[in-house]
């Protein structure tokens, strides 16, 4: 249905070639216009003015790269499917519009025509010359509105019942579009959450690097601490036997004086 609609818009848009480009662009990105001419067998300039139609009405985009060694650009181009259903629900909005206009008047004024040569005129035109054509001479006849109000009305139906057609299109697009929207944020979300987590994981171990730096720290503090405590102690003993030791020797001395 929607491949259908995007072939009738891009046909009336840039002519009968024009149809085959969309089975190449449907559903696609950036198409290289080169294999767009060997597919439908056409020059890259036939080519090139086809899709330069479409781009006008704004129903393609593109995309250019330059050749480093030949110094040219080659394009990519790239079917709009929303805009192209945009533009034909603009087309067909329009064409009931005059079709309502044609009732309208049609059921306003009265019409004659030709029989013979199958001409149709205004009540005032037939009036100003006599209601005889100026083609054959005839008389003009009254036209029987009717049927034309009935082709009219059909038409118009069937332009409705296309326009309730291409906005269901519409809406699908937008649907998918909003679904690869949801899907990328996703998937963006889970990436940023990702990062997040390692970041987070990083954080942690350097905290606990951190942690166990400063445990190490406080450890070798306290042992430091402990030793020098140690040490204070020792040096205590130490002059407690030289203080010791030297009351014994001046005991000693005072026993040999007292024994001279």
Known sequence: MQINLLKDV???????????????????????????????????????????????????????????????????????????????????IKEIEQFQHQLKSREQKRFYVCKTCGIEVTEENALIHDFICTECGQVYELADNKKILKEINNGIEKLKKQLKDTENEIAAVKIDKLKKEMRREKKERKVKKGKAKEKGKKRKKKARKG??????????????????????????????????RKFKKKGKKQKRKRKK
């Open 10 to 92: 891009v046909g009336n848009v840039a002519g009968k070639y024009a149809v085959e480009i969309v089975d190449l662009l449907y559903g696609k990105k950036n198409v290289n216009e080169f294999l767009i001419a060997k597919k439908l067998k056409l020059t890259i300039n036939q080519v090139r003015n086809i899709l330069y139609k479409l781009l006008g009405e704004g129903l393609v985009s593109f995309s250019r790269k330059k050749d480093s060694r030949r110094g040219w650009y080659t394009y990519f181009w790239t079917l709009d499917t929303e805009k192209t259903l945009l533009f034909l629900r603009k087309t067909i």
């Open 211 to 244: 942690m166990k730096k400063k445990k190490a720290k406080k450890i070798r503090k306290e042992k430091r601490r402990k030793q020098k405590k140690k040490l204070r102690r020792i040096k205590k003993k130490i002059k407690r036997i030289k203080k010791s």
